[in-house]
């Protein structure tokens, strides 16, 4: 399974805790079932991110519409050094003020829990009681106490506050921990604080403008936090990333959102399948998403692949195709059914090129939902649309291409989620519902590229 949902809702926030070699991703519920409360917590676990056990609801909403918790917001899980497990968690009301508060609940097994209503708190003073939200906790050793990262707001900007405690039941707030630096005033979502090879790293997502993933790196936990040159990992594809590690590998956990009406030509809605990074570390303490290997692995049985259309100006070159230069050219095959890997290696292009990969073609053979290297622009899009000259992307993340030489891709793709890597430096997540079944195709504007090592694998 590439890009898991359940069959009772769809995976909205996620909330990844590990524990005892098992990943446990907690997750919003978005049933979408028109009852008054929503969003109860499931739970995935999985050992690898390639195969997924559904544990079902574990922490449900409150029981009427004038509870606290009418609707369960994000928040985190934790384990106390006596083994039991708290979760932390945002409960939402539409209809009471304050809207938000942080509430507590504990479990033996993660399974079942018991709510604390008296350990419930809300915004003071100092912050907003309507964006009041998505808790993040651990144990600070040094301090012998826990911190809690609170996404909020000021008469002026958002930020992420600082609470702390000794006991995991009463809160104290220690201020300003991190105050937005995008310039837009954006709250920032889901935020995680985590410490891996030597850097600490806090990871947030904008609620607007461009709702993507950021981060930001220090040599301590208490910053300052810098803002690295290319400081998202994806594009608005994917939201609500959160860090976590295994102890030796890092990962960011989010979501794919389904589409408005379920359209491909739509907008995103909130909540689809969840999505995975492997992250990498490069020396200067940046991040970059990379391909799983375990996935790769698995993924290894190649299918028989041959052109069911090809421009006559394309050559075939050994396992791959040479692009003549002339105006749109393409190579296309057959769809597939089920989840699947396409891999290529590209080469032979120069500055203002187009190319990429294309689904779904038109009457005029044209893809309507695209996968762009624009060279132009120095950005890799999706555009879910055949007019790829008119400059609209639904998403995009920036690449040099000037510092590569070829471009290495990994485009996995499952029940209607699409996922690019490139060179193992950036990654662009799309939703494609007519990814799979319809045709798809290999396609340059007015460039002479190669594609090379094309193979198509499940």
């Known amino acids: ?75 985190c899980v934790i384990k106390d050094q006596k083994g039991t497990y708290h979760a932390f968690f945002t409960g939402h009301n539409d209809y009471r003020q304050p809207m938000e508060a942080i509430m507590h609940a504990t479990s033996s097994d993660m399974l079942n829990w018991k709510k604390i209503p008296e350990d419930t708190f809300i915004a003071n003073d100092n912050y907003s ?48 921990f991190f105050t937005d630096d995008l310039g837009y005033g954006t709250n920032m979502e889901c935020p995680t604080l985590i410490s891996y090879k030597g850097k600490w790293y806090l990871s947030f997502s904008d609620q607007w403008p461009d709702r993507v993933v950021h981060y930001r790196v220090s040599d301590s936990i208490s910053g300052p936090f810098r803002k690295p040159e290319k400081d998202s ?23 794919n959102g389904t589409k408005v009406g379920h359209d491909d030509e739509n907008d995103y809605d909130w909540a689809g399948n969840m999505v995975v990074h492997q992250m990498q570390q490069n020396s200067d303490g940046t991040l970059v998403p990379v391909v799983n290997k375990k996935l790769v692995s698995n993924m290894n049985h190649k299918l028989n692949m041959k052109p069911v259309k090809m421009t006559e100006t394309v050559k075939p070159s050994g396992s ?12 296309q095959f057959e769809g597939f059914m089920d989840a699947a890997r396409i891999e290529a290696e590209i080469t032979g292009y120069k500055d203002g090129d187009k190319f990429g990969i294309a ?41 040099d291409f000037k510092n ?43 460039s002479a590229v190669k594609f090379d090592h094309v193979g198509i694998y499940y």
Request: hydrophobic share 35%; aromatic share 16%; charged share 25%.
């Open 1 to 75: 399974m590439v890009f898991p949902k359940p069959d009772f809702a769809l995976v909205g926030d996620t909330m990844p805790f590990f524990d005892e070699g098992k990943m446990n991703i907690f997750y919003l519920a978005d049933q979408r079932d028109g009852k008054t409360g929503y969003h109860p917590w499931a739970l995935y676990t999985t050992e690898d991110y390639t195969t997924y056990e559904d544990k079902g609801i574990v922490l449900p909403y409150g029981e009427n519409g004038q509870a606290q918790d009418n609707a369960l917001g994000t928040g």
């Open 129 to 176: 009681t309507t964006d009041f939200r998505d808790p993040y906790v651990l144990y600070v050793p040094e301090e012998q106490q826990y911190w809690m990262l609170i996404v909020t707001r000021t008469k002026e900007t958002g930020v992420i506050a600082k609470y702390v405690s000794k006991d995991l039941s009463k809160w104290e707030d220690k201020g300003i």
């Open 233 to 255: 990992f994806d594009g608005s594809g994917f939201y609500a990333g959160r860090l976590e590690t295994d102890g030796e590998n890092l990962y960011m956990v989010g979501w």
């Open 320 to 331: 791959g195709y040479q692009f003549g230069g002339e105006e749109y050219e393409l190579v």
């Open 359 to 399: 689904f779904a073609p038109d009457i005029d053979n044209v893809g309507t939902l695209n996968y762009l290297f624009n060279l132009e622009e120095n950005t890799i899009e999706f555009c879910n649309t055949d007019r790829l000259m008119d400059g609209y992307p639904q998403s995009s993340v920036s690449f």
């Open 404 to 446: 590569a030489d070829s471009l290495k891709i990994n485009l996995f793709v499952h029940d209607g989620v699409t996922c690019l890597y490139v060179n193992d430096e950036v990654a662009l997540t799309a939703r494609m519902y007519f990814s799979v079944g319809m045709n798809w195709q290999l396609y340059s504007i007015d």
